[in-house]
């Protein structure tokens, strides 16, 4: 199952990708759509409605953290797309520059650094294997997948790195790397940008360097956990300018998805939504206005963005 959040002029809308062909159902009008072909009064469906599917997706794994009400819809959705009863009512355009982070607005971003090998330099031996590192990013950096991506001006040195990002969906602690996979809603593609020169300044520390607005894009879509067998093979790729620049696969983590759950909940609590983003592989490197960056992870579909840069004066 695939949700994408379509902005409109109603809000943002949780809506079904997939189900029918470059169009988005939104899940809310189908709720009420399908109570309505039960017999059911319109103003008692648009109550139930809003009770069952209104909000974002935290607010949806907050209600249910297995979506089970969520997954009959979609069957239904998928049973009746070419009956006329998924009518326009019920649909929007799947026009990526409506998109907006599926993963609405999460309490926790985390993400993890150094995960992945890198290649030593001619002449040098390979660092040594470090134990596991990462840092809180700010909610507010959460970004569409065609969104612009905003070049601070007091940075020279803005570097998108595409990552595997795992969305949580039952409230946990203290997870096992036997049972963490328990925690795993489903997952989402995540550029996580930083600044490094920014980090440089901020005596190494990574918080604000990778908090400025839209330095996490995500989407198009959150893809539920069953739909992605394995997290650890899946290939991430990324261009800038049509020029490949990352292409590695999620097999080369040093740590994996339930290690990576494991040592982060041995702190922290992590609550439905919550993201954990999990580090990238080689090959990225700093972008400047007028760059177009696009990232893709199998299963998972593509994010585009154009480097636009953040003037202060055109504020």
């Known amino acids: 199952m695939k949700i994408a959040s379509r902005r409109t002029p109603f809000g943002d809308r949780l809506c079904f990708a997939g189900v029918v062909p470059h169009q988005l159902v939104d899940i809310q009008a189908a709720f009420v759509r399908r109570l309505e072909t039960d017999g059911v009064h319109r103003d008692d469906a648009l109550t139930r409605s809003r009770a069952v599917t209104g909000g974002d997706l935290p607010s949806l794994l907050r209600q249910d953290p297995r979506l089970s009400d969520i997954r009959r819809l979609h069957d239904w959705a998928s049973q009746q797309a070419h009956s006329g009863i998924i009518d326009e009512d019920c649909l929007w355009s799947d026009d ?44 507010n950096a959460l970004a569409g997948p065609a969104d612009d991506l905003l070049h601070p ?41 930083g600044s490094r020169d920014v980090s440089d300044r901020d005596n190494n520390r990574m918080d604000r360097a990778k908090g400025f607005d839209t330095y996490g894009t995500t989407g198009p879509w959150f893809v539920t956990a069953d739909e992605i067998p394995d997290p ?39 609550a439905p939504g919550d993201l954990l983003s999990t580090g990238t592989p080689p090959g990225h490197g700093a972008v400047r206005p007028g760059d177009v960056v696009r990232g893709e992870i199998d299963g998972l ?11 202060p004066a055109h504020d």
Not at 163 to 183: C, F, K, Q, Y
């Open 96 to 139: 990526p520059a409506r998109l907006g982070p599926p993963v609405g607005r999460p309490r926790t971003v985390w993400c993890m650094l150094a995960n992945y090998p890198r290649h030593p330099v001619a002449g040098q031996e390979a660092p040594p294997r470090r134990g596991m590192q990462g840092c809180l990013k700010a909610p």
């Open 153 to 193: 001006t007091i940075s020279e040195k803005v570097d998108p790195e595409m990552e595997l990002a795992v969305v949580i969906g039952p409230r946990s602690r203290h997870l096992t790397p036997d049972n963490a996979m328990r925690a795993v809603a489903g997952y989402v593609a995540f550029c996580d940008t």
């Open 232 to 270: 650890h093979a899946l290939r991430i790729r990324s261009w800038v300018n049509g020029e490949l620049r990352q292409d590695g696969s999620t097999a080369e983590m040093i740590n994996s998805v339930p290690e990576q759950l494991a040592w982060l909940t041995e702190a922290l609590t992590l």
């Open 301 to 311: 579909g593509v994010i585009e963005n154009k480097v636009v840069l953040d003037d």
